[in-house]
């Protein structure tokens, strides 16, 4: 079942994940909470098998509806009751008692697990890291080290929500660490004096050669395991630095040369997506000396244009700025770029560290599938916690038990096959129709509206019953796609166009 579920999103709209959740604290039997956490971030399997025992909620008052900040628009009974008696019966396996599946490597050097945060503000400071290592996470990519005088502006965030209030895509204008370079070298030995086994990566830009090299140096003699080398900063004030240095694949191979002068430790080159392709850049890395590539950062962006002040967002006394988008809404660009340098022979055997719009351990598997070996995360991180992890962990390891996967490091790149640059490729001589299911069906007509509008004119509506005209459908699926209940799916009943 893990990979259909029953229940979704939208059936917990109105939860706003809280912390120290009160429905959790009304029920005596069960932790409803962490059950609704679970379901958020695509892990209901794991959900329904946590219930202590069936029917737990058939003879229940709701307390939990009651106690709920949503004022109770939540139905929690109901998707209780939903994974105890549909989701339970039909889970595969029990949850693992271990996950030792998810143990893999980055250039050599031990990962508990994939998943490290990624160079920002999650990663800052020595009590974010040393709570984010508490909580489960592997390592961190610390905030990007410089020499510079770093000044931030305020308000520096903006975002696009979806309909459920989450926030799909992210803008910020933030810069670097605004520590200085003494500073941050006492972090790294704190936190590999506390915390020998999880794994630091040290981002690091330097405004020339001698400084790259210096930095990289620093950050090895106190305590660094690896170095990942900023390329791709949108938001610098400075001409000349971050993705200005990413797009001329020139300088990513100088000062990528001029680091390794600097340590012995791994390291790895963290592209801009602000390109056509990303390939140039990471062969300059490469032939550099990198070990790895990091991709993607955040896409130059502008969102959120008042209609009143004409500004966009984030505005600071009325003027903006181009700034780096990131968030689920940038997930496609980042699988494409990181299957563009998975499938580059130039760039066979160096690692692959992914980011861009993960929040769930479906997410991150699609990054594994594409060819990144270890995964970093922002944006998830500033919107729900340090907690994911839990999330991330469960549901990737439970996957890799269900499909009887010894280690995550088998599955590295194992989708790079079935992807292409070019649609040359696609099979387009037969027409795959869509199946209705009439017990879902609800006859709103969104499939009607959309096939008459947007795609082909193949469905009818009557007595709020859509029919399918065979004649008319080019089996494009855009009512699939459209259908609120998820009562159309693709059907087996596949056509020959030849005569």
Excluded at 342 to 369: V, Y
Aim: with cysteine; aromatic share 6%; hydrophobic share 35%.
């Amino acid at each position: 079942m893990i990979l259909e579920n029953i229940v979704k999103r939208r059936d917990m709209v109105s939860c706003v994940l809280c912390q120290d959740p009160p429905c959790t604290k009304a029920c005596k039997k069960m932790d409803p909470g962490k059950a609704l956490f679970r379901i958020w971030f695509d892990n209901q399997d794991i959900a329904a098998l946590e219930i202590p025992e069936s029917n737990i909620c058939a003879k229940c008052d709701a307390h939990c509806e009651a106690a709920c900040i949503s004022r109770g628009r939540v139905p929690i009974q109901r998707i209780m009751s939903t994974l105890n008696k549909k989701v339970t019966p039909e889970a595969e396996i029990d949850i693992p008692e271990d996950d030792d599946r998810l143990k893999c490597d980055l250039c050599g050097i031990p990962l508990e697990n994939p998943f490290l945060l990624s160079s920002s503000v999650v990663a800052s400071t020595y009590d974010m890291c040393a709570r984010a290592f508490e909580a489960g996470w592997a390592g961190a990519c610390f905030k990007t080290i410089c020499s510079l005088d770093i000044h931030e502006a305020s308000p520096r965030f903006s975002a696009i929500e979806g309909d459920s209030g989450s926030i799909i895509g992210f803008k910020n204008i933030e810069q670097l660490s605004d520590h200085s370079v003494a500073e941050n070298m006492e972090i790294f030995r704190r936190l590999k004096e506390k915390y020998p086994t999880k794994f630091i990566l040290a981002s690091i830009m330097g405004q020339n050669e001698e400084e790259w090299e210096s930095l990289a140096r620093q950050c090895e003699e106190n305590g660094a395991d690896a170095i990942e080398l900023n390329f791709s900063c949108p938001n610098m004030q400075e001409d000349g630095l971050g993705s200005d240095i990413g797009q001329v694949p020139e300088l990513v191979e100088r000062f990528t040369a001029a680091a390794k002068r600097g340590t012995k430790l791994p390291v790895l080159a963290k592209l801009t997506p602000n390109v056509a392709t990303m390939s140039p850049a990471a062969e300059a890395a490469i032939r550099g000396g990198a070990d790895g590539i990091a991709a993607i950062n955040t896409i130059k962006s502008i969102i959120g244009v008042s209609p009143y002040t004409y500004v966009s967002a984030p505005a600071v006394k009325g003027k903006s700025a181009i700034g780096g988008y990131s968030g689920n809404a940038v997930k496609p660009i980042a699988l494409r770029f990181i299957s563009e340098i998975g499938q580059n022979p130039k760039c066979k055997g160096a690692h692959i560290s992914g980011m861009g719009g993960i929040e769930t351990w479906r997410d991150a598997l699609e990054f594994i599938l594409m060819g990144a070996g270890s995964i970093q995360i922002t944006t998830a991180v500033m919107q729900y916690g340090y907690r994911i992890i839990d999330e991330l962990k469960d549901g990737l390891n439970y996957y890799l038990a269900q499909m009887g996967i010894k280690s995550v490091k088998d599955i590295v790149g194992a989708g790079l096959d079935s992807v292409s640059d070019t649609t040359d490729v696609l099979e387009r001589d037969t027409i795959l129709f869509p199946k209705f299911d009439e017990e879902k069906c609800i006859g709103c007509g969104r499939c009607v509206i959309s096939c008459n509008d947007g795609g082909h004119q193949a469905i009818s509506f009557a007595n709020r019953r859509p029919k399918l005209d065979g004649s008319k459908c080019v089996g494009c699926h855009l009512c699939v796609l459209v259908c609120p209940q998820d009562a159309i799916s693709p059907g087996k009943k596949r056509i020959s166009r030849k005569k």
